[in-house]
């Protein structure tokens, strides 16, 4: 044994929990990263039969799957504190009850979720004349990853299932570039094109075939604080979006009470805090470049600015 690590150990330990600082009371698991991250890979690839690796069948895999996904949110709801919004899980064995009870509801909302992802694949083909297939969309758009995603980790976002839906949604933000919470409500046909930067807010609700481009923000306008100082939560904070609207690139929306009413097309690089009602189409002015034309060395035309 190396003296020069036993004699450092116990302050490196010091004020770290029972569990963690000492030799004999091991932690709670919390769920495991890689694991949520397979879990979440096995879901896709039963969701997309064909277009990912599958390694045996689908009731195979989502065999294993459900027993995997009950495992990770009975350790979820295990590690729930106290203080969370959901009710302590004293108990072990009330903990695996969650747990079976989270996976029974994914595995029963595979088929809804399934008939969203069809209408979801149909608005990107239609949506993009750069897409040559519904296959090509499957396997290579950023935005279809983030969507269906979202559509797994929502099913457990309201089933209650502590810290999973959120390590499901990071997982896809850091592949895609596309930061999705799991409390938002989207509705079927949901396209972003391109997608790197979008964020689409905790309580933000999307109707049918809403098209959104890269780097838009639907967000908080503020953050409302109690008399102690601390963040008011539980509140709407985000805006809503109605069926069958476009917002082009950089556009910010914001605010829990903003509504963008159906059929309106928001520009690219706007900025909007209240509602505009249906069938709106709302612009920046048009900017007004300065281009100066210069000549080269050579004596042919250039352009600088």
Request: proline share 6%; aromatic share 4%.
């Amino acid at each position: 044994m190396e003296d020069w690590i036993e004699k450092r150990l116990d302050a490196a330990v010091a004020g770290l929990p029972p569990c963690a600082g000492g030799d004999d009371a091991p932690c709670a698991p919390l769920p495991d990263g890689a694991e949520v991250a397979d879990i979440l890979s096995m879901m896709l690839s039963v969701l997309f039969p064909g277009c990912r690796h599958l390694s045996g069948g689908c009731r195979q895999t989502l065999r294993d799957m459900a027993r995997r996904l009950a495992e990770q949110c009975s350790r979820a709801f295990a590690a729930q504190p106290a203080n969370s919004s959901f009710d302590t899980r004293a108990s072990s064995l009330g903990a695996v009850a969650d747990g079976e009870s989270a996976a029974a509801a994914l595995l029963d909302a595979i088929p809804g979720i399934r008939a969203m992802l069809a209408e979801d694949i149909v608005a990107a083909y239609e949506g993009d004349p750069a897409a040559k297939s519904e296959t090509e969309v499957v396997m290579s758009y950023p935005g279809l990853v983030a969507i269906a995603t979202h559509r797994v980790a929502h099913v457990l976002e309201r089933a209650g299932v502590p810290l999973i839906p959120r390590m499901m949604s990071e997982r896809a933000h850091s592949v895609t570039g596309i930061d999705i919470h799991p409390g938002a409500m989207i509705g079927p046909g949901f396209f972003i094109d391109h997608g790197t930067g979008v964020v689409i807010g905790e309580t933000c609700t999307i109707g049918r075939r809403v098209k959104l481009y890269q780097g838009v923000t639907l967000g908080a306008l503020s953050f409302r604080k109690d008399s102690d100082g601390k963040l008011v939560k539980g509140i709407k904070r985000h805006p809503d979006v109605e069926d069958n609207v476009v917002i082009y690139a950089g556009a910010t929306i914001l605010g829990g009470k903003t509504v963008i009413g159906h059929d309106s097309v928001i520009g690219a690089n706007v900025w909007l805090t209240h509602s505009v009602p249906s069938f709106s189409k709302v612009y920046n002015r048009e900017p007004d470049p300065i281009v100066s034309q210069t000549m080269t060395m050579e004596g042919e035309a250039g352009y600088g600015i």
